[in-house]
């Protein structure tokens, strides 16, 4: 089994901000790929927002498995386009799973239909997240909690839907709470979202951070492959329906015409 993994990265920070350069030289999305490539059964390669595409052509996307986000200073340069590509190969059953400032990104924001805003404080404080799901496949081979010395705050509340499951909970040095950790699941597709990841802090570098991306990955997996029917809105014949029925009373569509969207 091999899982092709892309990671994508907003790629800007790394070029303009030299705390970011110095933690990242390669770019986080290099870090997060070197750190995957680390685990047998994925494949992990990067794609950034500046190349054609954003890196992300519809055949690109048809054969990656899961894909990994991370966007922070630039959202909004994302074209709709390839939103709604993403979108669709999720629906399909690929994985997606998002990072950090990635909680804004259009594409989550489109498969979440929230604003998905949040409290936030960039101070450097320390972050504890408790591993309150520990029979998941995501804590697999994590502690009960782990600490980040350095990160950004986020508090609750934190306006995505109802998550599917709730598996990491931070507390921050400051008092405030968070579900750091939290999957959906969007047609085929499933999602997860996992806080830590501030630019200015080595957080991709920590091992148990690694570690959550990977078992991440490999939850997010599909192997069935893509449920493209899903997108399909078929009118039915009378003379196929499963059981023997007359046709009465008016209608809108002729026979074989497709519905409206």
């Not at 993994?5 to 970011?20: A, D, M, P």
């Not at 048809?62 to 991370?70: E, H, N």
Request: aromatic fraction near 10%.
């Amino acid at each position: 089994m091999t899982i092709n993994t892309v990671v994508w990265g907003e790629n800007i920070h790394e070029h303009v901000n030299e705390t970011v350069r110095a933690i990242y030289p390669n770019g986080m999305h290099t870090t997060i790929a070197d750190a995957l490539n680390k685990t047998p059964e994925i494949n992990a390669t990067t794609a950034t927002l500046q190349e054609p595409e954003h890196g992300l052509s519809q055949e690109r996307l048809d054969k990656t498995d899961v894909l990994v986000w991370w966007g922070h200073k630039d959202h909004g340069a994302v074209q709709d386009e390839i939103v709604e590509r993403v979108a669709k190969r999720v629906w399909e059953g690929m994985g997606l799973i998002v990072l950090h400032s990635g909680h804004f990104s259009k594409p989550f924001k489109r498969l979440m239909g929230t604003p998905c805003a949040l409290k936030w404080r960039e101070a450097g404080e320390r972050e504890r997240l408790w591993n309150i799901n520990p029979r998941h496949p995501i804590t697999a081979g994590l502690p009960e909690s782990f600490e980040l010395e350095n990160e950004e705050m986020y508090g609750e509340q934190f306006s995505v839907p109802e998550p599917l499951e709730t598996v990491f909970i931070s507390w921050f040095q400051g008092g405030e709470v968070f579900r750091s950790g939290l999957t959906w699941r969007r047609g085929a597709g499933n999602i997860f979202y996992f806080r830590p990841g501030h630019e200015t802090y080595p957080t991709y570098h920590d091992a148990n951070v690694q570690k959550v991306i990977s078992n991440s990955v490999k939850w997010a997996y599909n192997p069935a492959g893509a449920l493209t029917s899903i997108h399909e809105a078929p009118n039915v014949p009378v003379d196929k329906a499963p059981e023997k029925i007359e046709e009465r009373g008016p209608k809108l569509h002729a026979a074989g015409e497709a519905g409206y969207r």
